[in-house]
């Protein structure tokens, strides 16, 4: 009795988790892929090669690595696709300092070019535009970017 009481729970639970995770929406971070803007502004030029995950809907998370004439910094943060540009909040450390800097990215989905702002902390703002090189990639808030990337393999 105790066997048949199990088997029938079981079967029970196996059923409603089937019907809950099939109309649940999964999402998991979603990776773009990697994209390097050269910066120029008002405090020098530098390269920025960061790698871009859109983690659900229109949210997005970047990581990455400056280099400039003083060496490597590495940063990271996260934005929002508004309309047809992708808001980005980054901070940035450099390797050999002690110290931090404060960046918004604005950047054009059709594009990949922008606008950045930066602050240091206790220092003077800087600001500029970046301009894509190399691969573009597809912002998008559905899975239209991994399709794409299956497509470009």
Excluded: C, H
Aim: no cysteine; net charge negative; hydrophobic share 45%.
């Amino acid at each position: 009795m105790r066997l048949k009481f199990f088997s029938v729970l079981m079967v029970t639970l196996a059923a409603v988790m089937i019907t809950v995770l099939g109309v649940a929406p999964i999402e998991a971070s979603q990776y773009l892929g990697e994209v390097t803007w050269n910066a120029q502004g008002s405090g020098g030029n530098f390269t920025m090669k960061a790698a871009i995950s859109r983690v659900a809907g229109s949210y997005y998370e970047i990581q990455g690595q400056v280099q400039d004439a003083y060496g490597i910094a590495v940063f990271s943060g996260g934005g929002v696709l508004v309309g047809d540009n992708l808001i980005l909040t980054v901070t940035a450390t450099p390797m050999d300092a002690q110290e931090a800097v404060v960046m918004q990215i604005n950047i054009n989905k059709s594009t990949n070019n922008g606008f950045f702002y930066t602050v240091k902390v206790g220092g003077p703002i800087n600001s500029g535009t970046l301009t894509v090189s190399g691969n573009p990639i597809i912002l998008a808030t559905s899975n239209e970017g991994a399709k794409m990337l299956l497509l470009n393999d």
